[in-house]
């Protein structure tokens, strides 16, 4: 192996650590960020996660996404039994590389679960999401599928990986209905805070950081340095997002709410995830700031619609990966789109229509095939097993039902949380259950 191959497989597989890691980030997060009767089962489901997609994106999931076959998918390269190319990374690598993706994007779904989905449903869903859902979208637009061909720009997966997790999220919280409680007798949402705002805090700081995996890890090599300029337009975005969803969250409630701070960082770097190769570093800002301020209004459209997203993936994952699709039709620059050769250069940059057409179309395509082969996989599973847990179950929580962890005073109405009838008065008035 050459020097310069060593590096770029070294660099890599540091890269796909740097995003697996992130999966510490996801639980850290969901488990502040829900009640703490359920915190065991979210950081537990967590690992399953990570287990299932480990092995159903080794035996199918790679293939379908990389492997060779026609424009809608892949048909050879079950369980990595592909050719050794040589002068070119290792296909064991690529597939971790790979994986971690496949995994950040299932742990975004999962958001749609929260605090009221069956264990089981975890371990079939992720099995099907990561051998027929996201290798499908994958393969379109990286593995030399027809909205490739369009040249559709998303550098690192702002809808291969996060509209795609956002669409599922979206598709389970609409099936299994809102938590206990969240709505009053007059359809008003109630606010249901989390557990810990330092775990929230901790949790998004450590996928922030597993984001320059993500984006400068996708030039898949050192050569030129060019990840560092990845880096840093993925790290503008975040910063812009912050202070941007601070600034909308305060003018509509007058207070500095953590869980929308740190989601406007979540939306922001969704949104440069497409776009960090293609634009310039003042773009970036702009990507980012406008994401952070809409995950905040659109969370609070989205809850007033009646659709009880307890994480938000589906404003912070969903709307902003849509955002950031489209911002290269607006901001792709020339020389960056030269230099990458993908796609046309953006409207802003006098490339006319075409460029903001080709993402439209694939933002269109990817979530109508995810809405319905996610509906239709939960439907069956539903069917078979049922989606929701009882409501005894959720009323004690997850890490109870599930796990067989007794909590003892969990939270300042923890006795009355081991009585049903009790309990459901607590969440009648809003209260933390």
Request: glycine share 12%; proline share 4%; charged share 10%.
């Amino acid at each position: 192996m050459s020097v310069p191959l060593l590096l770029d497989t070294v660099w890599v597989l540091l890269a796909a650590l740097l995003v697996i890691f992130m999966q510490v980030g996801f639980a850290l997060l969901e488990a502040g960020s829900a009640h703490l009767k359920h915190a065991g089962h979210i950081a537990s489901k967590q690992l399953i996660s990570f287990a299932t997609a480990s092995l159903f994106f080794w035996a199918f999931g790679y293939a379908v996404t990389f492997g060779a076959g026609n424009e809608w998918f892949g048909t050879n390269g079950w369980f990595l039994a592909l050719p050794v190319e040589k002068g070119k990374i290792p296909v064991e690598v690529l597939y971790l590389f790979q994986l971690s993706f496949a995994a950040v994007s299932l742990a975004i779904a999962w958001g749609g679960f929260a605090e009221r989905a069956k264990l089981i449903v975890y371990l079939l869903f992720g099995a099907l999401y990561t051998s027929i859902i996201y290798p499908v979208v994958g393969h379109w637009i990286w593995g030399g599928g027809w909205l490739s061909a369009l040249g559709a720009q998303d550098f690192a997966g702002s809808t291969v990986v996060h509209l795609q997790g956002g669409i599922a999220a979206l598709i389970a919280t609409l099936l299994l209905k809102p938590r206990i409680g969240k709505y009053g007798p007059d359809g008003k949402p109630k606010t249901m805070q989390g557990n810990n705002p330092v775990l929230i805090t901790a949790g998004t700081m450590i996928i922030w950081l597993g984001w320059f995996g993500f984006n400068a890890g996708s030039t898949l090599g050192t050569k030129d340095g060019f990840f560092g300029y990845v880096a840093l337009t993925t790290n503008l975005a975040a910063a812009a997002g912050v202070l941007s969803a601070w600034l909308a969250v305060y003018a509509m409630t007058k207070k500095a709410d953590i869980p929308s701070i740190a989601n406007g960082a979540l939306a922001a770097l969704v949104a440069i995830t497409a776009a960090c190769a293609f634009v310039e570093p003042w773009a970036a800002v702009v990507i980012g700031a406008v994401a952070g301020a809409m995950s905040v209004w659109t969370a609070t459209v989205i809850e007033r619609m009646g659709v009880d997203d307890p994480i938000g993936a589906f404003s912070v994952h969903g709307l902003a990966g849509i955002w950031g699709t489209l911002s290269t039709g607006f901001f792709a620059s020339p020389h960056l789109v030269e230099y990458i050769g993908i796609g046309r250069p953006g409207l802003f940059y006098g490339g006319g229509w075409t460029q903001l057409g080709v993402q439209a179309l694939s933002v269109l395509v990817a979530a109508a095939y995810v809405a319905v082969v996610s509906w239709a996989i939960l439907w069956v599973v539903d069917k078979l097993f049922g989606l929701r847990i009882s409501q005894e179950e959720e009323i004690k929580g997850l890490d109870w039902s599930e796990h067989g962890i007794e909590p003892e005073a969990v939270t300042k109405d923890a006795p009355a949380a081991t009585k049903p009838a009790a309990a459901l008065r607590a969440s009648a008035t809003g209260e933390a259950i």
